[in-house]
Nanobody
Framework: QVQLVESGGGSVQAGGSLRLSCAVSGYTGNIHLMGWLRQAPGKEREGVAYIYPDDGTTLYTVSVTGRFTISREDAKSTLSLQMNSLKPEDTATYYC????????????????WGQGTQVTVST
């Protein structure tokens, strides 16, 4: 059973940077996709960035392109999100997520989630 534990959230002024980390434990051999998603109060959860661990392919939502970088270290054991030039609209709870190959193929959604970490960007 894969477990995900996020860290690195906090408060920062606009223009600042934060780095989120997600520690991955358990069997990761069937992980197909990993990503960061966020949810602001009163808004739907949205995908921010994701990565295919096997070949390193990354994709970003338009609003963070050029400012955020997703990466993984030690194969699939740590997932990170470097966030630069933060804006107040980046304020949200950020979640690390993973999709096993079978679940993604059947449902096209993540099936493993972390507990979330809060990011607050002030003006």
């Amino acid at each position: 059973q894969v477990q995900l534990v996020e860290s690195g959230g906090g408060s920062v002024q606009a223009g600042g940077s934060l780095r989120l980390s997600c520690a991955v434990s358990g069997y990761t051999g069937n992980i197909h996709l990993m990503g960061w998603l966020r949810q602001a109060p009163g808004k739907e959860r949205e995908g921010v960035a994701y990565i295919y661990p096997d070949d390193g392919t990354t994709l970003y939502t338009v609003s963070v392109t050029g400012r955020f970088t997703i990466s993984r270290e030690d194969a699939k054991s740590t997932l990170s999100l470097q966030m630069n030039s933060l804006k107040p609209e980046d304020t949200a709870t950020y979640y690390c997520a993973a999709a096993t190959e079978r679940h993604w193929r059947l449902f096209y959604e993540y099936d493993i989630w972390g507990q979330g970490t809060q990011v607050t960007v002030s003006t």
